[in-house]
């Protein structure tokens, strides 16, 4: 079982950078793929970016959102720079072994943060 918990969203101007970072407990944390996603209102939730040995990124924050984990403290983080409107939704961190490098079926889920990015 992991428990996850996502922190470090807010309001932010478009241009601007934040943070996201996701706290894991229970074991075996460096086994899992871990996930962003995001759902904005009335869309459906959208895959973000993962990160097992290697990262993926959606093409709509390729170059601008960057994913890390620290197996050693069980955190991951999404650091957000060039914000745009757009990116506004909730953000959710996820664990599990999808069946897709870039979405796929995760078993864990936190219970999201808010990111709104003003124009």
């Known amino acids: 079982q992991v428990q996850l918990v996502e922190s470090g969203g807010g309001l932010v101007q478009a241009g601007g950078s934040l943070r996201l970072s996701c706290a894991a407990s229970?074991?075996?944390?460096?086994?899992?793929?871990m996930g962003w996603f995001r759902q904005a209102p009335g869309k459906e939730r959208e895959f973000v970016a993962a990160i097992s040995w290697r990262t993926y990124y959606a093409d709509s924050v390729k170059g601008r959102f960057t994913i890390s984990r620290d197996n050693a403290k069980n955190t991951m983080n999404l650091q957000m720079n060039s914000l745009k409107p757009e990116d506004t939704a909730v953000y959710y961190c996820a664990a599990g072994f999808p069946d897709s490098d870039y979405g796929g079926s995760y078993d864990y889920w936190g219970q999201g943060t808010q990111v709104t990015v003003s124009s």
């Open positions: 229970g074991r075996r944390f460096s086994t899992y793929t």
